[in-house]
């Protein structure tokens, strides 16, 4: 039996009925009472006074909490301990949370908490890289710098340069469901918490501390999430500890959702960057050496930033054998909501810039950027090692041997497949008939101009911080040969529990209705990384594997104990247990007599990815186990009266290795790209000059909706396995399709620049005010 | 706090009857009141259709109507439009065509679509995009949606040609 099925989603019958629990949605008691924050109205300076005498004295206020009532941590932050729940009297950002309000409805809270009077000492917040550049404000001790080479010298030495800036917009992860948590007090100080969360280990970690109890006390569950999109990794501490602590304090349970405008407001969002690059070329496009400086905004405190900065450091290559590099990164503490996880992690950002210089290089020598991509791309690998030549490979050394091909961080190359998977795109994607098509249509000069752009992706796959590259997993067989299975990772719409199901299923050679699984609980698996850098099913798919294979060689054992055959040939499929003689039995029948032998049904399971290591500072290593890759083409036409454009057509093919199930990558691939053309193209963040986000709910924030969606959009799964031994040779979906959306604002900048012969040097968003901008530089207009 | 108001509403076939604040919003009294929790906040303004139900026939937004406003009304919800054992032909292709992944949008939108069909049982792709646009989803790219409607309706038009 194999795993590869394109089956629903397992909760989809749930779904489309409505009965799917959401954290929300979960009846709790009738005493249960409901949370809100209190939020600063300034950017940045000290409390001076705060007298919440009509916040206590609201309608259904039954208590008010200041960091002062706080018993233990005032603390919520992943990382280095710097994120207060509830202000000690500094002010960091706009929106930062300063009391806590208890009460018996959800809008009696959020009433309440708006009657706070908080007077404050203001200072001049720091808003912009800009300021925090100016004030040298920024985290870790200086600049990163990853180095191959000597690129300046190869930038100066070359016939060819360019140099330039891109700036890149933040981006609103928009989750459907909004964060969201509820603690229910137990006996003897225990304290269970249902939270939508990517990170069930860390909020028990949090919850434990603000109680000031051992982790053992705290129960974290989490059945799904409505998105989380990496902005349920960390942002979902400050509702649980709110919420445990809250209920620990009236001996209530105690339930907190933020209503949209506060979960804009006070939430992280991605990273906004500023990309400066230079780049030496030959005639050819063939690049010498890139330069980079990434300056990432990170906000209040550090979060998750490190690694997301890390990240976008090793994708400033992205797809290109770069001959010399140096990308140096800044991160940058500024007074706005701390920036942290989402979908991709900084790679995109960094993505992003590698595809501007070439997209430049390409506009400066008047040649197809698809082509100057494919000059640059890493030389192809045949199944192990570097295969056929191509004329601007690796080098050789003296002995003739190649070196093998590296990434600017010193990891080995070895598993790119780009080569044929764009030939395949063109083909498919008739690239170009089309490019010579929408040119000649833009030579025609009228109003509405067409733009084709066909962008790779290269993604790195494993947590940068090796020792979160583990799982654990928790398998029981019960009497009736029904499986229930348990493991770390947590379910977000990504279809991580049916992927494993399936896995689990297959191992006992059992359909998937006979394997259950189950909301993910601290209480059966411990010390679980955050579901996320794609790793979900990599890393749980193969601890529950472990646990599942671990079952079956007792009941092989029994079988040939008892049958005298060998255990190794014992076989698992179709419900049935075969021996190796031929005789079976069925599945159900062997589990009752191992269970009557006095044989345990019940295994854990444990998964570390091997190979990989990192060090961060000196940048050298291997971060990732391998590589997942994909390639996509956008056409866009343009009105360039009103700067409005809209996706005629997307192709795309994309590497999941050995897909565990068709469906579901196709439907990571779809959203992903959806996510990331939105993220470069509508989605825009403002801040005022205050520092407050005036872009707080959908009516400012435009998310892509199905009018968005482009109007053919063809996706296709690249038929191959991964090299490496991963789960049934499949390979990572969640984050890389995300980043096929660079493809739209290449389309975009294509389509610009046919107005004219300056290079658009488009910023993201594009938004129509923005497109119209560099039309107005492209044709020399100077606005 | 305004006076409370005599309420009498017909959800899923089921009468109600409750005195409630005249400005409580109709998706509260759906999750909070009578416990029906597929129609779901998403943005309490009107824009992502995460609560969209049916009422007096017609396509609403839980989130900006007063239960006031609703006093009298025939209220389905997607609870009422197909359980578990009777999959609605909608709710079936949003199932086997993966019309969904968190699943957080679904029931609004599946709710929505119903209405879209009765109003055109035969709509082009561009009639789906536009009869859809009020209902937001942030993990599919719509991609599959599009295509579970479409599914459904000739599902649908399939079974009615059958009947007549
Ligand atoms: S919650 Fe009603 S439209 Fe979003
Ligand atoms: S499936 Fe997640 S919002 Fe639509």
Redesign the pocket.
């Known amino acids: 039996m194999s795993v590869p099925k394109p089956l629903p989603h397992d909760a989809a019958r749930m779904h489309v009925t409505g009965a799917a629990r959401y954290v929300d949605d979960i009846p709790a008691p009738a005493d249960t009472l409901h949370l809100a924050f209190g939020l600063s109205t300034i950017a940045a300076g000290r409390i001076t006074d705060m007298d919440l005498s009509k916040v206590r004295a609201a309608p259904g206020v039954v208590a008010v909490l200041t960091a002062d009532d706080l018993p233990f941590d005032n603390d919520v932050s992943p990382s280095v301990h710097d994120e207060p729940l509830l202000s000690d009297g500094a002010v960091h950002y706009l929106g930062q949370a300063m009391f806590l309000v208890i009460a018996r409805s959800h809008l009696a809270a959020r009433r309440a908490a708006r009657h706070g009077d908080v007077s404050y000492a203001e200072e001049t917040p720091i808003l912009t890289v800009d300021d925090a550049l100016a004030a040298g404000s920024h985290f870790e001790d200086g600049p990163r710098i990853y180095e191959k080479g000597d690129a300046d010298a190869a930038i100066a030495a070359a016939p060819h340069r360019i140099e330039g800036v891109i700036e890149i917009g933040g981006q609103e992860h928009f989750?459907?469901e909004g964060q969201a948590a509820l603690a229910l007090p137990q006996e003897d100080s225990e304290m269970v918490v249902h939270s939508s969360t990517q990170h069930p280990s860390e909020i028990q970690h949090k919850v434990a501390d603000a109680l000031g109890v051992p982790m053992h006390a705290v129960r974290v569950e989490c059945r799904r999430m409505?998105?989380g999109f990496g902005g349920k990794e960390s942002q979902g501490n400050a509702l649980a500890v709110a919420c445990a602590v809250a209920a620990r304090a009236t001996g209530r349970p105690c339930r907190m959702r933020y209503d949209r405008d506060d979960d804009m407001v006070i939430t992280g969002k991605r990273h906004d960057f500023r990309i400066t690059y230079e780049a030496g070329f030959d005639g050819d496009g063939r690049l010498a050496g890139v330069s980079f400086v990434q300056y990432a905004r990170c906000g209040w405190a550090r979060d998750l930033s490190t690694p997301v900065a890390d990240r976008a450091m090793l994708h400033a290559d992205n797809a290109y054998l770069l001959p010399a590099a140096r990308i140096e990164s800044h991160r940058l503490r500024t007074n706005t909501q701390s920036a942290t996880a989402f979908r991709g992690f900084g790679g995109p950002q960094g993505m992003v810039g590698i595809e501007r210089v070439i997209d430049e290089v390409a506009h400066t020598l008047g040649l197809d950027p698809a082509e100057v991509r494919r000059r640059n791309y890493y030389a192809a690998c045949s199944e192990r090692g570097l295969s056929a030549p191509r004329p601007s490979g690796p080098p050789e050394d003296i002995s003739g041997q190649k070196k093998p091909q590296t990434t600017p961080y010193g990891q080995v190359v070895d598993d790119f497949i780009l080569h044929e998977m764009t030939e395949a795109l063109s083909r498919s994607a008739d690239y170009d008939a089309r490019r010579r098509a929408a040119a000649q249509w833009n030579a025609r000069g009228g109003v509405i101009r067409k733009g084709l752009a066909m962008t790779p992706v290269k993604f790195g796959i494993s947590f940068t911080l090796t020792h979160l590259n583990q799982a654990g997993a928790l398998v029981h067989v019960y009497r009736d040969g029904s499986v229930r299975i348990n493991h770390g990772g947590t379910e977000m719409?990504q279809g991580l529990y049916q992927k494993v199901a399936q896995v689990a299923a297959t191992r006992f050679g059992l359909d998937i209705e006979a394997v259950k699984i189950t909301a993910t609980d601290t209480a059966k698996v411990p010390n679980t990384s955050a579901t996320a850098a794609s790793s979900g099913s990599d890393l749980n798919g193969m601890a529950v594997k472990a646990a599942c294979d671990t079952i079956r060689a007792r009941m092989a054992q029994h079988l040939a104990d008892t049958h005298g055959c060998a255990a190794e040939g014992v076989e698992f499929s179709g419900g049935r247990v075969q021996l190796p003689d031929g005789r079976s039995m069925g599945f159900v029948e062997v589990v009752e007599s191992a269970y009557l032998a006095r044989i345990s049904l019940s295994s854990t399971g444990y998964y570390a990815t091997p190979d990989i290591s990192w060090d961060r500072i000196k940048g050298e290593g291997r971060p990732f186990y391998y590589f997942a890759y994909g390639v996509a083409a956008t056409e866009v036409a343009l009105d360039t009266l009103s700067g409005e454009y809209r996706i005629l057509r997307t192709d795309i093919v994309h590497d999941a290795g050995a897909s565990l199930n068709p469906a579901i990558d196709i439907g990571q691939i779809e959203g992903g790209y959806v996510q990331g053309a939105g993220w470069l193209t509508s989605e825009e963040l403002v801040w005022d000059g205050r520092g407050a986000l005036r872009t707080h709910a959908p009516s400012t924030y435009k998310i892509p909706a199905v009018s968005d969606a482009p109007d053919v959009f063809n996706v296709t799964l690249w038929d191959g396995a991964n090299r490496e031994a991963t789960i049934y040779r499949s390979k990572a979906v969640g984050e890389p399709p995300l980043m096929l959306g660079i493809s739209a604002l290449m389309a975009v900048s294509d389509a610009v620049a046919s107005c004219g012969e300056v290079y658009p040097a488009l910023d993201a968003p594009a938004t129509p005010e923005r497109v119209l901008m560099a039309i107005g530089r492209v044709r020399g207009d100077g606005v | 706090m305004s006076k409370k108001m005599h309420i009498k509403l017909n959800v899923n076939g089921k009468a109600e009857e409750f005195l409630a604040e005249p400005r409580e919003l109709l998706i509260y009294t759906l999750r909070e009141r009578l416990n029906i929790t597929g129609p779901h906040i998403g943005c309490e303004t009107s824009h992502c259709g995460?609560c969209t139900v049916t009422i007096n026939g017609k396509s609403v937004k839980a989130c900006t109507m007063f239960v006031a406003q609703a006093d009298g009304a025939e209220i389905t919800t997607i609870e009422g439009i197909g359980g578990p054992d009777d999959l609605h032909p909608l709710q079936t292709a949003f199932k086997e065509l993966h019309g969904?992944?968190?699943?957080?949008?679904?029931p609004g939108?599946i709710t929505r679509a119903t209405k879209l069909l009765e109003e055109n049982p035969n709509p082009t792709e561009e009639d789906i995009r536009f009869g859809m646009a009020g209902n937001?989803?942030?993990?599919?790219g719509y991609q599959n949606?599009v295509k579970s409607i479409q599914a459904a309706a000739a599902e649908m038009n399939a079974a009615k040609e059958a009947a007549e």
């Open positions: 989750y459907l409505g998105g719409g | 995460a969904l992944q968190c699943g957080y949008c679904t939108m937001l989803c942030r993990c599919t949606i």
